[in-house]
């Protein structure tokens, strides 16, 4: 039999072969004509005007002097608590904005139109699984977390667990949000080059340094600030994009008449196979506890709950988040259905000098604005915009992680001043080390999306599983968490590095194809017969493990964690409830068993109160 992977190819080669001929003999319809009308040579293209260099620098400049307005207003950054935290004094809006923003990073903005272009709209199903990932934060990990009274969210793993758990959490976060911030910094600097001639390395200094520079000036008021701004750009240049592409594609009727007869709009999958790459279980599921990480745990979302000036003020920014995630996951996917539209699933990355998939938006981008003075640069800034949001809260977080939980229990009598000098230095050299990940995300082959959200599997599952372990389960112990983790870490980078290497994907790209294809019953039963002669067939062993769904990881590696950790925890000895620290229980399974007695529910460790609202 032959493998899966090459028995498509072949079968894809010989209808791409039957297809040539069918063309020739005028039985296809005359898509590939009207393709070869609109192609367009980038080279002619790749210049920016006047205004878009004014657009583009507007918005580095506008963000460094956010940076260097609070750098010399209000406490002008002396102490920690106004550089890490901005003084605990934020309202819900800004944070709210700020959450979106460092989520939304160009990742996104570049890697879901290129997904639905390739594989349809059924990545849009991760919209359901918004309402539980942000739920669940809201009234269960920023009470306990907001009550405590942090600046990092490690330091919870301290008071839950001990210092060692604490120590492996925050290096793993560090190593996680390193890893991510290479894809981040490349992403706009790719789009830079392709759509102006700069270089792009060149822009990839460029994005590091600025964002470097305000994120160090102005501290996390700055950041979240800068943030605000930066999301009101990014909506506006995926709009103007999407609205100028509808126009020219020939209205919205024809954009989706042509996305229904090329098969885009997906159906709901229900297929329960784990190996399927996106199904409405492994989004909708799946996609939960990938948003558990991001916005339960993750220092970067964590630290702009902490610094609101009320619980309240804190849970309500996570409410506020919903819609403008739907809206900004619709306009993402409403550009890839556009760009199908256009191009009928064609790729013409190569013209951009590279095979990356992802690299097809950015020729959209310069299709549909050439000509339109000031768009190209909107776009470039929206992307930048993007960078800059998610690339800044990574710094400052891991700034603030490194600070409280590595350098400040092991020198408690540093000065403040000193402290906060040490932070900065903290941030930019963050953002330097980011500068040398870039380039290791050049040299992956794997679509951005696919790498970002691999990326947040395989490390923040891990991490979810450890808060998971010690916010739920009383029984938990020290040695259970560290065993946990490290079970959790082998686990998920034996499964990644694993699909990495086999290449494993049960997906395939659907067929490129804007009209229906009329063939006679000649050639039907051809291509049915030479079909037939290929057994597509399904991976086995350890290749069938590898090729597990990405949007599986996260919750696999969560599990994982609790699992091992709980057994682990059983053997060495429980802990007992006197011996927990008070407030770092959620009491789960009291809520549950609430038709108990409460002398039963005692019993089963389950009435651990929260501390009191703040």
């Known amino acids: 039999l032959l493998d899966c992977t090459d028995s498509w190819v072949w079968a894809k080669t010989l209808l791409i072969r039957l297809t040539v001929r069918l063309q020739e003999n005028q039985t296809f319809s005359n898509c590939g004509r009207e393709l070869k009308k609109i192609k367009m040579n980038p080279s002619d293209q790749r210049h920016f005007t006047v205004i878009d260099y004014v657009i583009f620098a507007f918005l580095l400049a506008a963000s460094v002097g956010i940076g260097l307005y609070h750098a010399l207003s209000g406490g002008r950054q002396r102490t920690t608590q106004e550089f890490l935290m901005a003084d605990r004094n934020m309202h819900c809006l800004p944070v709210s904005l700020s959450l979106i923003a460092s989520f939304q990073s160009a990742v996104a903005i570049i890697g879901v139109p290129a997904e639905i272009y390739t594989h349809g709209t059924q990545y849009w199903f991760i919209g359901c699984a918004y309402i539980l990932g942000l739920l669940i934060p809201a009234h269960v990990f920023i009470p306990v977390l907001y009550r405590l009274r942090l600046s990092s969210a490690y330091q919870y793993l301290e008071l839950r667990f001990s210092k060692p758990v604490r120590i492996c959490g925050t290096l793993t976060f560090i190593f996680q949000t390193v890893i991510y911030m290479g894809v981040c910094v490349y992403t706009p600097a790719l789009a830079l080059n392709a759509v102006t001639g700069f270089k792009l390395w060149a822009a990839v200094l460029a994005t590091g340094l600025v964002c470097t520079l305000y994120t160090t000036m102005g501290g996390l008021k700055a950041v979240i600030w800068t943030d605000v701004f930066q999301t009101v750009v990014m909506f506006a240049g995926q709009l103007a994009v999407i609205v100028v592409g509808v126009q020219r594609t020939g209205g919205v009727s024809e954009v989706w008449s042509k996305v229904c007869e090329g098969n885009r709009i997906s159906t709901l999958d229900l297929n329960p196979d784990p190996t399927e790459r996106h199904t409405f279980w492994t989004l909708g599921v799946g996609g939960v506890f990938l948003m558990l990480s991001l916005y339960g745990v993750n220092q970067a979302q964590v630290q702009r709950y902490l610094s609101s000036r009320t619980e309240k003020e804190a849970v309500r920014s996570c409410y506020m988040v919903f819609p403008s995630l739907q809206l900004a996951l619709a306009l993402s996917c409403v550009m890839g259905l556009v760009m199908f539209a256009r191009y009928c699933g064609e790729d013409y990355s190569d013209m951009l000098g590279t095979t990356s998939r992802d690299a097809m938006v950015i020729y959209f981008v310069m299709d549909m604005l050439q000509g339109l003075p000031g768009l190209p640069g909107l776009f470039v800034a929206c992307l930048f915009s993007a960078a800059l949001s998610t690339i800044s809260s990574a710094f400052n977080s891991l700034a603030t992680v490194t600070m409280e939980d590595l350098i400040k229990p092991h020198f408690p009598a540093m000065t403040e001043a000193r402290a906060t000098l040490l932070s900065k230095a903290l941030a930019m050299s963050y953002g330097l080390l980011c500068l040398a990940m870039a380039y290791l995300t050049h040299l992956m082959g794997d679509s951005v999306l696919q790498v970002a959200l691999k990326i947040f599997g395989m490390v923040g599952g891990p991490i979810l599983g450890l808060f998971c372990l010690g916010i739920f389960f009383p029984w938990a112990n020290s040695t259970g968490a560290l065993a946990g983790l490290g079970a959790g870490l082998a686990l998920a980078f034996w499964v990644g590095i694993g699909s990495i290497v086999t290449r494993s994907s049960s997906t395939r790209p659907l067929p490129p194809a804007c009209r229906a ?95 009191q609202t703040v």
């Not at 067939?537 to 493990?545: D, E, I, Q, Y």
């Not at 599986?552 to 699992?563: D, K, R």
């Not at 709980?566 to 053997?571: A, G």
């Open 517 to 611: 294809i009329l063939l006679s019953d000649n050639t039907t039963t051809v291509i049915q017969t030479a079909l037939s002669n290929v057994t597509l067939s399904r991976p086995s062993g350890l290749k069938r493990f590898y090729s597990l769904s990405y949007m599986w990881y996260s919750a696999f590696n969560c599990f994982t964690v609790i699992l091992i950790g709980l057994i682990i925890s059983f053997l060495t000895g429980p802990m007992k409830e006197e011996d927990v620290t008070p407030g770092t229980i959620y009491p789960l399974l009291g809520k549950l068993l609430f038709f108990l007695p409460e002398h039963l529910k005692k019993k089963l460790c389950c009435v651990t109160p929260l501390g």
